[in-house]
């Protein structure tokens, strides 16, 4: 007689993660959800851990890092800059980052390819026939001179390949060299154009330092960039992580993460992954009103960004590649925010444009966080925080 087959039960699939529960796990990776007191960790280590910060106004980091660290002193931060421990560099979707020294040896080589992608070949017809590799090899001794902007870096790399279009010349260098931006450019409340040398020069040493965290021979370095992304930004996808880095191909990689990592669904049926101890809070914790600069890493972290910037927001926040400055109330982004100065800096506005309609409590939490952020950014000045007729409604 038959036997009858006994059918494998597979375990339960744990229910999805909903939008709520991904934005509370998120703003807790990016320190959102409550402020990183200084003497747990310092500054350089908020930036090690969220692996970078967007930077391409010089202001970004400072506004970022004050929205997160308890304390955060602007003045020393500045000072790591001019120290070289911190620099401004290529990074990450081939955008300005700024990143401790280690940092920038360590991650330019594992981004590279991403940087080189940029030179397609209808780029190279603006080139006239000069060669990537000697364009390049002949810009690392002009930086390495002294510093250069690009526009000055273009014009002497035009003066040995008439042919070729300056601004085209000096990309080809920005792509293919680890070129860092030089003090006084990065300084808080200082200004200064925008020139470059290379980070070996600046720092002293090579890339791929034994010292950087997470240092591993180039085959696993993309491992490695992973399971830090992950720390900051997770739980995500696989398009998320390679629309954070500008990589591609990623796939492999999480294949063979997935042993060390836990496998989640969002609402949607997408896999996510994420380290096993990271904190995940539930969607009822509390988030405090947050002021973000543009393109703040919680703005530009992620493929789908609804765990943040929901489908009312979006025109707002974003104008083509363009990321507005935002806040967030109960962890969402609930409108945009400028800042005005008079010419003397002796007053100052914050001006804020709500999405739509605030309930009381989440306008007089916006007007404390306010009060703190032009404290921050424009101190001595008489200040004052305008309500903006709302972009919708």
């Known amino acids: 007689m038959t036997q009858p087959r006994q059918q494998t ?35 350089a280590e908020v930036v090690e851990h969220l692996v970078g910060l967007h930077s391409q106004l010089p202001g970004n980091p400072y506004t970022a890092l004050w929205s997160r660290i308890e304390g955060f002193d602007p003045e020393e931060f500045s000072r790591r800059i001019e120290r070289r421990e911190l620099v401004r560099i290529s990074l990450q979707r081939s955008t300005l980052h700024t990143v401790t020294a280690r940092d920038c040896l360590a991650l330019r080589p594992v981004l590279q390819a991403a940087q080189e992608r940029l030179l397609t070949p209808a780029f190279g017809r603006r080139l006239a026939g000069a060669e990537p590799v000697e364009v390049a090899a002949r810009a690392r001794e002009l930086v390495e001179e002294r510093p250069l902007t690009f526009h000055e870096l273009g014009a002497l790399l035009a003066a040995q390949w008439p042919g070729g279009d300056p601004q085209a010349l000096a990309t080809v260098a920005r792509q293919l060299l680890p070129l860092v931006q030089v003090p006084p450019r990065g300084l808080w409340r200082r200004g200064g154009a925008a020139r470059h040398t ?97 393109y703040d890493n919680l703005l530009v972290g992620h493929a789908d960004r609804t765990r943040v910037v929901g489908a009312a927001a979006r025109a707002a926040v974003w104008t083509g590649n363009a990321a507005r ?9 609930g409108g945009t925010w400028r800042l005005e100065t008079d010419t003397r800096r002796a007053r100052a506005t914050l001006l804020l444009r709500p999405l739509g309609p605030l309930p009381r409590a989440a306008r007089a939490a916006l007007e404390e966080e306010g009060a703190a952020l032009l404290a921050f950014r424009v101190p001595g000045a008489d200040h004052e925080l305008t309500w903006e007729a709302p972009w919708y409604g």
Do not use: I, M
């Open 325 to 333: 400055p935002a806040f967030l109330t109960d962890g969402f982004v």
């Open 198 to 294: 290379t980070a070996e020069s600046w720092l002293g040493t090579g890339p791929a330092a034994d010292s950087a965290p997470d240092a591993s021979d180039a085959s696993d370095a993309p491992d490695a960039l992973v399971l830090r992304y992950l720390a900051a930004f997770g739980p995500a996808s696989v398009k998320d992580a390679q629309t954070w880095s500008g990589l591609t191909r990623l796939t492999e990689v999480f294949r063979r993460l997935r042993p060390r990592l836990v496998v989640l669904r969002a609402e949607d049926g997408t896999e996510l992954y994420d380290l096993p101890d990271a904190p995940r809070p539930g969607a009822d914790a509390p988030a405090p009103a947050r002021f973000l600069p543009d």
């Open 9 to 43: 039960r597979r375990p339960p699939q744990a229910p999805p993660l909903s939008t709520r529960e991904l934005n509370r796990a998120t703003l807790a990776r990016q320190l959102l959800l409550g402020r990183e007191h200084r003497d747990r960790r310092d500054a």
